[in-house]
């Protein structure tokens, strides 16, 4: 009995290796047929280096599900589809809801399977509350927001045969991407801190909007789509920063794959401690990267009513002024340091709030002012362990197609569609 079941179990783990390399397979084919315009099966195979016939048979469940679209480009003017055949994805039918959550309101949009907007943003507001946010006072603000959602993608489109695919929710924090929970949320206040430990958000949002839920965190959500619409779609391996007023968060990718580690708190940069003993964080700690980098941090050490007065202030040589942006920079440059040491990124993105143009040269970008930059790079090269990263390793992006938020969080769901984990004939018949 004891060999039966060893047999038995082998063959389970069998199953579930080739279950994971055929999601693999369409991962990597759609991830392609996105990076790529137009790309032929031919192209397909040889960029993922998989055979034409998986690369074939692939192709054609993806077009019985109709998420892709195959146009024939024979030259005898024929409609055969096969391999001279341009493989685009389906621009309609599929749509997914994406929203942000912050403590003060939520913010919605319906998305399509190549990550484009269809129709408005929505916003909804919380009312201000002390103390933790209420968890079913939140749930119902997101099941209005995607019901909202929903009837104005009735109304927009005559193709939206289903409600939704799926639904995408982004926050800040430490949540477990796998299991969908939130296990610390300083914005939220949700976490042992507050007595208030490992919130169960995604198993509440499906039960009360129905929809397949995935719930991450903002930054992973933002690399998501970065990696595959945005700029590091020709990145396999990178670190993706991002800086807001309040919070600075972190996703590492490697081999194309989101890296949230065990229990998903992977990348936060944010609470690395820069300044042992500084200013307290929301998290409970003292010295925090966000609590002494980013935007609030500036303005208080500056004694400014906001960042353009600490700005200019800087730039007309006001000595502290010009010593909260270089104290900020040299924070982040600390803990980022610390980073790049320990996972080695081929490249660094920075996005958010804090990107913008240089005072010196209005052609470069930067983040927050020349001050705070030029002391977060000098940061980098002296607590880098041997060596700073090499030239071209940062890229700055001003995020002007708004894939931080709603958007980003809505790309989650389709790695998900695409992975087989939404059924999409079921959900179009609902």
């Known amino acids: 009995m004891l060999r039966q079941a060893g047999l038995r179990r082998r063959r389970g783990e069998l199953v579930a290796l080739q279950l994971q390399a055929q999601q693999r397979n369409w991962e990597r084919i ?32 993806m077009e019985e599900k109709n998420l892709i679209t195959r146009k024939p480009v024979a030259s005898d003017g024929s409609k055969r589809v096969g391999r001279s055949a341009r493989v685009r994805v389906v621009a309609g039918r599929h749509y997914l809801a994406g929203v942000e959550i912050r403590r003060d309101g939520l913010t919605g949009l319906i998305v399509d399977l190549r990550g484009e907007p269809v129709g408005e943003r929505r916003e909804l507001a919380l009312a201000p509350v002390r103390g933790p946010m209420d968890v079913d006072l939140l749930v119902d603000g997101v099941r209005d927001l995607v019901d909202e959602l929903t009837l104005s993608l009735r109304a927009l489109r005559d193709d939206a045969q289903a409600p939704l695919l799926g639904l995408g929710v ?55 789509a970065q990696r595959w619409f945005g700029a590091a779609r020709n990145e396999d391996s990178f670190l993706m920063v991002l800086v807001t007023r309040d919070g600075v968060g972190a996703c590492e990718f490697r081999d194309g794959q989101p890296h949230r ?30 609590a002494v980098a980013t935007t609030s941090a500036i303005v208080k050490a500056a004694d400014a009513k906001d960042l353009a007065e600490a700005r200019a202030r800087a730039a007309d040589q006001d000595a502290g002024a010009r010593k909260a942006f270089v104290d900020a920079g040299t924070a982040l440059g600390r803990g980022l340091a610390s980073m790049i ?44 362990v041997f060596s700073g990263p090499p030239p071209g390793s940062f890229l700055l992006i001003q995020d002007r197609e708004h894939w931080n938020g709603p958007r980003g969080a809505a790309t989650m769901v389709i790695r998900d569609v695409i992975a087989g984990a939404v059924d999409v004939g079921a959900t179009a018949e609902r």
């Open 30 to 61: 759609f991830d392609t047929i996105v990076r790529v315009d137009g790309p032929l099966a031919k192209d397909i195979a040889e960029i993922t280096g998989l055979g034409g016939s998986t690369v074939t048979g692939v192709l054609q469940r």
């Open 170 to 224: 982004e926050l800040g924090g430490h949540i477990d991407g796998r299991s969908g929970e939130v296990v610390c949320s300083p914005d939220l206040q949700w976490g042992e801190h507050w007595a208030i430990p490992r919130v169960p958000l995604r198993r509440l949002l499906r039960a009360a909007t129905r929809l397949h839920t995935v719930v991450d965190n903002d930054a992973n959500a933002l690399g998501t």
């Open 261 to 290: 580690g065990a229990t998903g708190k992977a990348g936060e940069l944010g609470h690395v401690v820069a300044v042992p003993g500084g200013e307290p964080c929301r998290c409970g700690n003292r010295g925090c990267v966000e």
């Open 341 to 384: 040491t320990c996972i080695d990124p081929a490249k660094i993105i920075f996005t958010g709030d804090a990107v913008t143009a240089s005072e010196s040269d209005a052609q470069r970008l930067v983040l927050y002012s020349d001050h705070y930059h030029e002391a977060m790079l000098r940061a980098v090269d002296e607590y880098t």
